[in-house]
C-alpha cells in the first residue's frame, strides 16, 4: 500500500481519486509520496523511501529541488492548473491600485453610524477619487500561465499591453493574443508602462530584479503588481520608491514584516490561488501525477526530472532508475540485466540537465539481487520495481 502524507490541506475531489490501495498518513518520514501546498520543506528530512513530492501550485521554491534529485525523488508542479484564479486576482489588483476602494471602504465603515451618512458621502468622496485602467500601459514580465492570461485580459480591458519573457515556451506564446506588444528588453517594460505586473518563478536570477535600478528607468507614479513572490521586489527600495512618490501603489500578494504597513501598499494574504476551483484543479492534477508515477513509473510535469510516459507496463515487471546524466549509464543497466539472463522487452530514457530516468519493462520479476546490482552503479540515485 503506498503512503501519502499531506504537507497542506489538499481539496477532497484530488484526494478521493486515491483508491484503497492508497493510506493517507501523518508521517512525513513515513510517506512514499507527499502533497504540498506552500509549506516550506527546505528544512525537512528527506527520507529514502520518498519517491515522489507534488507540488499542487506553481511555485516550488518552498522545496529543495537539487536536493530531491539528488535522492532520486521526483517533484512534479501544476503548471496552469491556478492560472485563472490569479488572474482574476490581478484584474482585483489592476483596480485597487487605480481607484481607492480600501480608504473609501473604510471610511463609509468608519462612518456608519452617522446619520446623515448619504449626505455626507458626495463632499467626502473626492478623497477617494481615482482614474481608469482603459488607455494605460501595462507591462507584464513572464508571459508563461499567469502572464499570458493577464495579459489577454488587460487588452480586453482596454490597455495597451507589453509583454517580456525571453524564454516563453511555444504553448504559452500560442495562448498569447496577438494585440500584446511583443517586447525585447525589459527596460522598454520600465520606462513605458503606467502598471508593471510581474508573473516569474522565483530564482537566483530573478530574485530582487524590481530594484532601484528598475524603478530609475520608470515613469513616475508607476503602479506596481507583484503576484509572483516576494523576493522578486527589493522592498527597501520600494519603500523608498513608494516614500518618494515614483511608485504610487504596490499590490502585492506576499505581505511580509517589512513591507506590509507602509502606506501606499495594499497587501493581499497570498491569495492568488485561493479559490474552490483553484484549489480543485490543483489538487486533482497533482494527485493524478503522482497515482500516474506510482502505479506506471511514468514522470509529468516535473520540475527536477525529465518527462517519461512508457505507458502501462504489460510485462512482469517494471524497474524504473533515477540517475545522473552522465555516459554509459544505459549500457550498465541492459548488461545487469543481461547478467541475470533477464529480458529488456522495452525501454525508454529521457535526461534533464544533470539528471536521467530509465524505465525498462523486463520479463520477468526482478529480484533482489538484481535491483542491488543496478543501484551500486556510480551515478544511480534511486531504483523502484513495478511489479
Ligand atoms: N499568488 C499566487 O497564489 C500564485 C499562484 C500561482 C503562481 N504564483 C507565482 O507565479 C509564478 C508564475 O506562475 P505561472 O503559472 O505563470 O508559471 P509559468 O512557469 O507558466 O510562467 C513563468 C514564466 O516566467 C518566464 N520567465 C522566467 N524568468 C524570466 C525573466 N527573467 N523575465 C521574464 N520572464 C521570465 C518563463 O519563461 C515562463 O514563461 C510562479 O512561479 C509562482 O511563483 C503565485
Ligand atoms: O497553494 C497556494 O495557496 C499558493 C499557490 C501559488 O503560490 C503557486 O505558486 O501556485
Known amino acids: 500500500m503506498a503512503k501519502i502524507n499531506c504537507l497542506n490541506p489538499i481539496a477532497a475531489c484530488g484526494m478521493d481519486l486515491f483508491n484503497d490501495t492508497y493510506e493517507v498518513v501523518d508521517d512525513f518520514a513515513a510517506a512514499d509520496a507527499v502533497l504540498v501546498r506552500s509549506a516550506a520543506m527546505h528544512d ?15 511555485g516550488v521554491n518552498n522545496i529543495p529541488l537539487d536536493k530531491c534529485a539528488e535522492k532520486g525523488i521526483v517533484v512534479f508542479n501544476t503548471p ?19 481607484r481607492d ?26 478623497h477617494y477619487a481615482g482614474c481608469e485602467i482603459m488607455g494605460k500601459k501595462l507591462g507584464v514580465i513572464g508571459l508563461g500561465a499567469i502572464g499570458a492570461k493577464v495579459a489577454n485580459i488587460g487588452f480586453r480591458l482596454g490597455m495597451e499591453v507589453y509583454g517580456y519573457d525571453p524564454y516563453v515556451s511555444v504553448d504559452a506564446a500560442w495562448r498569447l493574443s496577438s494585440h500584446v506588444k511583443h ?10 508602462c503606467d502598471y508593471i505586473t510581474v508573473h516569474v518563478p522565483a530564482l ?25 513572490r516576494d523576493i522578486l521586489v527589493n522592498d527597501d527600495d520600494m519603500i523608498e520608491a513608494l516614500a518618494s512618490g ?3 501603489k504596490y499590490v502585492t500578494d506576499f505581505p511580509n514584516a517589512k513591507i506590509a504597513g507602509v502606506d501606499n501598499v495594499i497587501t493581499l494574504p497570498h491569495l492568488g490561488a485561493s479559490t474552490e476551483e483553484s484549489e480543485d484543479n490543483c489538487a486533482v492534477m497533482a494527485v493524478k ?13 516535473s520540475v527536477n526530472y525529465p518527462a517519461c510516459d512508457a505507458g502501462k507496463c504489460s510485462e512482469a515487471a517494471r524497474v524504473c532508475v533515477c540517475h545522473k546524466n552522465i555516459p554509459n549509464m544505459i549500457t550498465q543497466f541492459t548488461g545487469a540485466f543481461a547478467s541475470k539472463g533477464i529480458n529488456v522487452s522495452d525501454m ?8 536521467a530516468y530509465s524505465v525498462f519493462d523486463i520479463s520477468e520479476k526482478a529480484d533482489e539481487d538484481t535491483v542491488k546490482s543496478i543501484s551500486s552503479i556510480d551515478g544511480v540515485l534511486k531504483v523502484r520495481v513495478i511489479q
Open 204 to 228: 537566483d536570477s530573478t530574485k530582487g530584479m524590481i530594484n532601484k535600478d528598475a524603478f530609475a528607468m520608470m515613469k513616475d507614479g508607476v503602479k506596481i503588481l507583484n503576484f509572483a
Open 80 to 98: 496552469g492548473a491556478n492560472a485563472n484564479g490569479v488572474k482574476e486576482l490581478v484584474i482585483a489588483g489592476l483596480l485597487l491600485a487605480s
Open 289 to 301: 501525477e503522482i497515482v500516474d508515477f506510482i502505479e506506471n513509473g511514468n514522470i509529468k510535469n
Open 101 to 126: 476602494l480600501m480608504g473609501g471602504y473604510n471610511w463609509v465603515k468608519e462612518n456608519a453610524s452617522d446619520e446623515n451618512i448619504a449626505k455626507t458621502v458626495e463632499k467626502q468622496k473626492k
Open 183 to 192: 517586447i525585447k528588453n525589459v527596460e522598454d517594460i520600465y520606462k513605458e
Open 348 to 355: 525508454v530514457s529521457k535526461s534533464k540537465g544533470d539528471y
Open 44 to 58: 525537512l528530512e528527506l527520507s529514502d523511501n520518498l519517491l515522489a513530492i507534488a507540488r499542487a501550485g506553481a
Open 246 to 248: 515614483k511608485v504610487a
